[in-house]
């Protein structure tokens, strides 16, 4: 069984398995299994079934990405829970900046690109009762030490390696990511949410862009013009109307989409 060298006094609780499904499942079965109540975390080397937002999969059949999911357990109401989201693509962001020197950007809501493709996605479910939030699980997938992406994604997709061309010892970045997470997350539960969202607010390039999303079925373009301290992207349509994203995918020019 392969172990990671991390070294954290936040997280006592780390589970490790050769492959898995998909560690966010893994985090919900343990979740509903397990009488300890403790905030833990999953990492897998290989996914069978990853996971991604929308219903989408998630490619992770080899040793070379960090699959980790993280169980928060904890009482809350919906409000602001989006931020979980922010806090975790900030964390992932600080970190693959800290240990590797390369530049990266968030793209809205918690995507990391480095020179405009995604190196990282975060999928956050939340596990609810009555409508009270009694846990999240923050599931980071990250292309670390590829050296192909898969032809299907490799135009928008793209590793550290890659960028880099150096390989990253993955339990660096591990630690870097929890020890950026716990932070923030003290921040959230000591509801900084100003102080969090203009943190994310300095390195997400989603503002100030042109942007296109599907809303009601259509294709809508827009100009993104802040976050809010929800988490939330202000957005302002061609008819100067000002909407709400709360969640969903937004493209940029000739990113995702290669007829936008
Ligand atoms: C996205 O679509 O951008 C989100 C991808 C999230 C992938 C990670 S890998 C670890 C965790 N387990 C999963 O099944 N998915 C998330």
Redesign the pocket.
């Known amino acids: 069984m392969f172990k990671y060298n991390i070294e954290n006094s936040y997280f006592k609780n780390i589970l490790y398995k050769n492959q898995i ?6 985090a919900k079965q343990f979740f509903y299994s397990s009488k300890k109540c403790i905030d833990t975390i999953f990492i ?1 080397e290989s ?1 069978t ?6 219903s ?1 999969n ?1 490619i ?1 059949d080899d040793d070379k ?5 993280i169980l928060l357990y904890w009482h809350t109401s919906m409000s602001h829970i989006q931020l979980i989201c922010i806090l975790a693509a900030l964390s992932v962001h600080n970190a693959i900046k800290y240990i590797t020197n390369l530049s990266c950007e968030i793209k809205w809501p ?2 990391i690109l480095i020179n405009g493709k ?1 190196v ?4 956050c479910e939340n596990i609810l009762k009555e409508n009270k939030i009694y846990a999240t699980i923050v ?4 292309n670390v030490n590829n050296e192909f992406i898969n032809e299907s994604i490799s135009k928008k997709a793209t590793s550290i390696f890659l960028e880099s061309k150096k390989f990253t010892h993955k339990d660096c970045l591990i630690n870097s990511i929890l020890k950026n997470f716990y932070f923030y997350y003290k921040k959230f539960k000591s509801s900084q949410f100003n102080y969090l969202v203009n943190e994310y607010k300095k390195f997400c390039t989603s503002i100030n862009k042109t942007i296109q999303f599907e809303h009601n079925g259509k294709l809508i373009d827009a100009l993104a013009v802040d976050v809010n301290s929800s988490g939330e992207l202000i957005v302002k349509s061609d008819y100067d109307e000002l909407l709400t994203l709360n969640h969903g995918e937004i493209f940029y020019h000739n990113i995702y989409r290669n007829e936008f």
């Open positions: 499904d998909s560690t966010n499942n893994w897998a996914q079934a990853g996971k991604g937002r929308l989408r998630w992770c990405q960090i699959n980790m999911s918690n995507d995604k990282c996605g975060i999928l599931g980071i997938g990250i």
